[in-house]
């Protein structure tokens, strides 16, 4: 394993971070007992999504601080991984609440944070902002 590599797994020992990667793999697990039969573990194709899925929030650029995936502004899966993670996370999010109750609870929790700016977005300007800025002509009212 390469230095880079080793530097993006660093990143997933953040508590936030290290919980919605524990999160997705335990929603793998339920859909792939469920839907493939697997006793213990992963079948191959759930085990790649899984490993891919953690490449992807390695690789996150808002670290710490990323949104759950609904809410953010940046979409780093590829189209069809996003499809898969969005059935398994519907046929798992429901039996979540028995079988994983507090990674249920804070999967619902984060989901209702906002998303910051992208990291290399520069933030909107308000509209009196923009007044104030050198060489702006005022807006005149009509009263």
Do not use: F, W
Not at 68 to 91: A, F, L, S
Not at 107 to 134: C, L
């Amino acid at each position: 394993m390469g230095k880079s590599a080793e530097a993006r797994l660093v990143r997933l020992v953040t508590p936030r971070l290290a919980r919605e990667l524990k999160t997705i793999r335990a929603m793998l697990r339920i859909a792939c007992h469920d839907r493939h039969g697997t006793a213990q573990g992963l079948c191959a194709e759930c085990e790649e999504l899984a490993d891919y899925a953690a490449k992807r929030l390695a690789l996150c650029p808002y670290g710490a601080d990323k949104p759950t995936c609904v809410n953010c502004r940046i979409h780093c899966y590829g189209p069809r991984q996003r499809e898969q993670v969005r059935d398994m996370m519907r046929y798992a999010g429901p039996r979540m609440m028995l079988r994983h109750p507090y990674l249920a609870v804070m999967h619902v929790v984060d989901g209702r944070r906002q998303a910051p700016p992208k990291p290399n977005e520069a933030p909107a300007a308000s509209s009196q902002g923009e007044a104030a800025k050198p060489g702006a002509v005022p807006a005149e009212s009509d009263s």
